[in-house]
């Protein structure tokens, strides 16, 4: 049997809040979750992270100060920031919280997590440690996706388009439109996966721990494998290289929510996978995004579904949210 973190409901809840995340200023962040702690009579501490180069170190003090108190870690924020809160949540052991600030919000979503801010407060402070699956690329966890080839340069595409033309959805399609457009250039990697070896061509190699992105994307594997992307496997997505007629009708099938329809796209699920860039050679490594932020891996690159879950404070299955 498992053991649940303890939640000692006198500890002050340690809140990580990442100021850039969001529309709301610093002071409007604090007045949300002051008032949800206040009406619930429950304490927290709010540590503000101002630059991203804080964000590591802080979730680690944080995390490692929940452990001691028997409370959690509640990160505050987008993909980032549930990223790197949820990497010292998982090396520590401790209970972790979200309270979403980004634009897709998929993990949230799926585990029935509020997107507004003062209701994900007030349900994370009723919430019981549920654990749930993360995927780790070599040394790194990551809870939504992870990928490499074109889509780190997707990532950076889109970032650039946000601070120019601000924060939506639409910037992020077009971003990406962008970017799909001009992209041509060939990954090659062989894959392992069990006795089965592989050399491919790809333009980007996308896996997916969350069912919710892959469903919205019409890109959700059959299931061939025990379990479901983000409950007991992972699911990958490979496109081959295509010319630019072919490019404009999967940006097409991937608004329309039918990218397992396109061409060029091939789906697969998996529990461990080995990918190794045949044109990597010595401390170069391989461009990698995870969960929205871009980082550089050693090869080879193990991909698996991790053993030791996430203790997520979320509702239980079948209980509602509110």
Request: net charge positive; hydrophobic share 45%; charged share 20%.
């Amino acid at each position: 049997m498992a053991t649940f973190p303890d939640i000692d409901l006198a500890s002050p809840l340690q809140f990580v809040v990442n100021v850039a995340a969001g529309g709301r200023d610093a002071q409007t962040k604090r007045d949300i979750i002051e008032a949800a702690l206040r009406a619930d009579r429950r304490r927290g501490d709010l540590l503000f992270c101002h630059h991203p180069a804080e964000l590591p170190g802080m979730a680690q003090q944080a995390a490692a100060k929940a452990l001691a108190h028997r409370t959690a870690v509640v990160a505050v924020g987008g993909d980032g920031t549930l990223n790197t809160v949820a990497q010292a949540a998982h090396a520590t052991g401790c209970a972790m919280g979200v309270v979403p600030q980004g634009t897709f919000n998929y993990f949230a979503r799926t585990h029935g997590i509020p997107t507004d801010p003062a209701d994900a407060v007030r349900l994370l402070l009723r919430a019981t440690p549920t654990p749930v699956q993360v995927a780790g690329i070599n040394d790194r966890v990551f809870l939504v996706n992870a990928s490499l080839g074109l889509y780190p340069n997707l990532l950076e595409d889109r970032e650039a388009y946000k601070a120019r033309f601000g924060r939506s959805r639409w910037v992020a399609f077009l971003a990406g439109c962008a970017t799909l457009l001009r992209a041509q250039r060939r990954l090659r990697v062989r894959i392992e996966m069990g006795d089965t070896v592989r050399d491919v061509q790809t333009l980007t190699l996308f896996v997916g721990n969350n069912r919710l992105q892959l469903q919205q994307l019409g890109a959700e594997p059959e299931d061939t494998i025990d379990g479901t992307p983000g409950d007991g496997s992972m699911a990958a997505l490979m496109l081959r290289p295509i010319g630019t007629l072919s490019m404009i009708g999967l940006m097409l099938h991937g608004a329309l929510g039918r990218l397992g329809e396109a061409a060029g796209v091939e789906r697969f699920e998996f529990q461990h996978m080995v990918v190794k860039p045949t044109r990597v050679h010595g401390r170069r490594g391989v461009k990698v995004a995870f969960d929205g932020e871009v980082s550089t891996l050693r090869a080879p690159l193990h991909f698996r579904v991790l053993d030791t879950p996430l203790y997520l404070l979320a509702p239980r299955r079948g209980e509602a949210a509110g």
